[in-house]
Each structure stands twice: as structure tokens, then as C-alpha cells.
């Protein structure tokens, strides 16, 4: 079994493992090739054939010890019929937003049968992987999805929704169930296609106040947590709430494996929080690969030596990598792991 699945599970590894959010993405130049001959990015996610394409540029370039499934944590509000597309420079958008109690009544939880683009992508690449490598699934929480789904592109402020969990509580407990249900049935699509190990990116969820994080966000992964265990119980969940580190002991409450943090709480304070109950991954920040190998290494080493336990880091960035983020700079930060997590 591969260091990924034996850090995740807590058993015992040869070297700390690393992948990267993000790994397969505008930073590297094979990339942007990619993508400019496709037409665009849902293009890329929508071909089977170019989302393998991609996912396995980092891992033909990099040392890595995990691959992770190209795709968006937008797809299932797409296949809702929210029509999802792409703006350069502005992100993602929806020809459809939720605004009221009826919209959310028109959207159905049924959306795998719009996905099977997905679940032919994660064919083609467990095949190509021919079991070298360990394959991520993943999708967006529910909370991360209807923020999207109701401010119908990506906030600053995220009034729209806050004001339908104030005000509506009950419409937004309805859309976030509906979506729970979705973000399970997509997962175990994954799951039965191939993936390894899922994770859940609940990108938002950090913006809320402790209990509205509970009610809202972290309620309605621990349902896909529950639900998964039950269906595929030996199947490792990562989940990872964006400004989570307040949350971590809840989160770990859930019985998932894994949790993902990032760079505003130290790996030493989540292990004395988690570190006996679950799994940890994280947490360089991103804007270190902007910098250079000797200010890499600094910090790579820094955060390995936080880590006191023999097993259960897997090294990752504290969120995506950027697209302005240096290829050499992500080598040397691979090679630092491996180099100084091998001791």
C-alpha cells in the first residue's frame, strides 16, 4: 500500500507523502497547452480523455504520491441545471442562481446521470495509473456548493446566503440536504469507478460563526461522512474546512480519517487538538512557492519537525496552488518533503 493510503490510515510509512491541491493546473506550462487546444476548461472536465490528460501531467513531472481527479467541485450544481461556465479572470458563474423556496424545489439530488463524464474520466485514469499511484476523488461540501449556488459566483461579502440562514433557515436546510444527498451519491459513483481515497473541500465553511458552522456546514458533511463509512467502510475521507483550525475537534468527531488544514493554524497545535484520532494534512502556505528553494526548505523542514507523531502527515499546501507559483519552486518543495520526511 502506497505512504498516502498508510499516512491517511495512520499506519506506518517510509517517507512523508505529498500531493497538491491544485497540482493539475495553470501553473505548469503542459497545462495551459492542454486547455488552450481544448476550447476552455469545462471542456477539459467534460472529456474523459483530457481530464486523464491532465491529471496525469503533475505526476509524469513530479515525485508525487498521490494523483488527484481533474474536475471542479462545481459540477454538481451544473448538473442541477444551474449552467455552469467561466470567466477569465472572474471565476466561476451560473446562468441560474437559487433565490427563493421554488428554486430549490425545481432542483433534484439525481444529477449522477450528468456526471458520467466523471466516472469515465476516473476509468481512464486508474487505467493509465495501472496502480503506481493512488487516486483522489473529491467534491465541494454542501455549504461551499450553495454559496455558489446562491450569490451565483464567488463573494466577498456571501450576504445573499447569510441572509437566507438568518431569515429562512428552513430553505436553506432544504438546499443543503438536497445537496448532501447529491455530494453522496456523486462520491460513491467515485468510489465504485475506482478512486482511492475521497475529499471533501469546504472551501466557505470558515466564514461562519462557530455554531452556524456546525448547523450549516460541518452537519451536512458528517451526513456524507456516516454515509460513506456505512457503504464503503474502508475508504479514507479527507475533509478540509478552509480557516477550519477553530473547528478541528469537531470535525475530527465525525469518524473521517484525515483532516486538511491550512496555513493559519500550526501542525503542532491540530496534533495536540487531533493527532491521536485522525490523520493530518497540510499545511505550507501557498505563497511560499513564489519565493525560492532555500526559503522552501525552511519551511518545509519547520513544519515536518511540528509534526511529532511517527505517522498521519500528509504534506500538502494550506489551499491551491497558485497560478503564478513556479514549476521549479514546486520540485523543490517535493524533494524537501521527501528528502527531510524520510528522517
Known sequence: ??????????????????????????????????????????????????????????????????????????????????????????????????????????ITSNVNDNLTYVFDAITNIKQELNNKFPLIGFS??????????????????????????????????????????????YLNQQIISGVDSVMIFDTWGGLLAKQNYLDFSLNYMQKI????????????????????????????????????????IDIEEAVQLVGNKVAIQGNLDPALLLTNPEIIEKEVIKILNQFKEKTGHIFNLGHGITPDANPENMQA??????KFGAK
Not at 159 to 166: E, P, S, Y
Not at 228 to 244: D, R, V, W, Y
Request: charged residues 20%; glycine residues 6%; aromatic residues 10%.
Open 1 to 106: 500500500m502506497s505512504d498516502y493510503i498508510n499516512a491517511l490510515l495512520k499506519k506506518p510509512i517510509k517517507r512523508t507523502p505529498i500531493w497538491v491541491m491544485r497540482q493539475a493546473g495553470r501553473y505548469l506550462p503542459e497545462y495551459r497547452a492542454t486547455r488552450a487546444k481544448s476550447g476552455g476548461f469545462m471542456n477539459l472536465c467534460k472529456s474523459p480523455d483530457l481530464a486523464c490528460e491532465v491529471t496525469l501531467q503533475p505526476i509524469r513531472r513530479f515525485d508525487l504520491d498521490a494523483a488527484i481527479l481533474f474536475s471542479d467541485i462545481l459540477t454538481i450544481p451544473d448538473a442541477m441545471g444551474l449552467g455552469l461556465y467561466f470567466v477569465e479572470n472572474e471565476g466561476p458563474k451560473f446562468k441560474k442562481n437559487i433565490n427563493n423556496i421554488d428554486d430549490i424545489n425545481q
Open 140 to 185: 465541494g461540501s454542501p455549504w461551499t456548493l450553495a454559496t455558489y449556488m446562491i450569490e451565483g459566483n464567488s463573494s466577498k461579502n456571501f450576504h445573499k446566503i447569510k441572509k437566507m440562514m438568518f431569515c429562512n433557515p428552513e430553505y436553506l436546510n432544504l438546499l443543503l440536504e438536497k445537496l448532501s444527498q447529491a455530494v453522496f451519491h
Open 225 to 264: 461522512v456516516t454515509k460513506l463509512k456505512a457503504s464503503h467502510p474502508n475508504i479514507p475521507i479527507t475533509l478540509f474546512s478552509k480557516n477550519g483550525g477553530k473547528h478541528l475537534t469537531k470535525i475530527a468527531d465525525t469518524t473521517c480519517n484525515c483532516i486538511g488544514i491550512d496555513w493559519t
Open 333 to 338: 518543495l517535493i524533494e524537501n518533503v521527501h
